[in-house]
């Protein structure tokens, strides 16, 4: 059965168009828009109506993709931007009214749990032990701790992510050594005193880890996300964008994106590395596996 799910986030709405294949997920399709609703949001905790119209107008047009594709069940959930909205009542109705979709507003819990399940069951090979799942967002960062067997056991999400921190920091382009520093120095307070159980393992999911393959590789150490740094802040945007087949908008958030990766790195004490899976996959997961809307079961994915 093929399944999609559109996740409204602080930067990007992403729909994923899959389906079940011997066990494992299989992408059919995938589209994003860079929608910046967080940006917006940070103008006074409201988003505006052209902002709401604009992500209803997006959703509704990956609606339409999805079920041209032939997908049977289709979940829309948004994240911290709407979430912590102070009219996010007013933006839902909104988008759901425009997209004629339900549109469900995520508990950092339960995004912190799907993104868990979307990065474990995508893992080539078994963990035994603890594993930490790092979701860097645009206006949020979740570390979750689990088991494969057993799932997410501790959630943890934290009011700080590569869109707020790129907002509030960055201005050069490219980003300059000072820049740099004020980004290492806020992110360095905000996690003062904040420790985590070491895991056996560690993955990173969302738009900032899955960028970085493409400049340093599939494994984020302290070596290759410094590189990943020098590149950020040797050429502009333009050119890394370029060179590295990403999109500008991209570019500029994702030296904030790396240097949460980095201290949430330091902080598990493991190196991360960068999931094939994430939220949402997570969600078609949960589709197939019956845990909403009545499935029979027929599909299930074991999770």
Not at 143 to 160: E, H, M, W
Not at 202 to 212: F, N, P
Request: proline share 3%; aromatic share 2%; with cysteine.
């Amino acid at each position: 059965m093929l399944c999609a799910a559109i996740d409204i986030g602080s930067n990007t709405t992403r729909l994923l168009v899959a389906q079940p294949i011997d066990g494992q997920l299989k992408s059919i399709m995938q589209q994003r828009a860079y929608t910046r609703i967080g940006k917006d949001a940070n103008q006074g905790g409201k988003i505006s109506p052209e902002k709401v119209a604009e992500v209803a107008e997006v959703v509704d047009t990956q609606v339409r993709l999805a079920e041209e594709m032939g997908a049977e069940q289709i979940r829309v959930v948004a994240t911290a931007a709407i979430r912590e909205a102070k009219n996010r009542d007013k933006v839902v109705k909104r988008i759901r009214e425009g997209a004629k979709i339900d549109v469900e507003v995520l508990s950092d819990e339960e995004e912190g749990r799907l993104a868990f399940l979307g990065a474990t069951k995508s893992l080539s090979h078994p963990v035994d032990g603890k594993v930490a799942v790092v979701d860097v967002g645009g206006g949020s960062s979740e570390v979750v701790i689990g088991t494969l067997p057993d799932g997410a056991q501790d959630v943890r999400s934290f009011k700080i992510g590569s869109g707020s921190l790129a907002e509030d920091h960055l201005e050069s382009d490219p980003p300059s050594a000072a820049e740099i520093r004020n980004l290492r120095d806020r992110i360095g307070e905000f996690f003062e005193g904040v420790s985590f159980e070491q895991p056996e393992q560690a993955v990173a999911v969302g738009g900032s880890a899955t960028s970085l393959r493409t400049l340093v590789g599939a494994m984020l150490e302290y070596e290759t996300l410094e590189r990943g740094i020098r590149v950020l802040t040797n050429d502009d945007i333009a050119e890394v964008a370029k060179r590295f087949e990403l999109d500008p908008r991209r570019v500029k958030l994702l030296p904030a994106g790396v240097l949460l990766l980095e201290k949430f790195s330091e902080l598990l004490g493991r190196p991360l590395q960068i999931g094939k899976g994430g939220l949402r996959e997570g969600v078609i997961l949960d589709l197939l596996n019956g845990d909403i809307n009545g499935s029979s079961g027929e599909d299930k994915v074991a999770a």
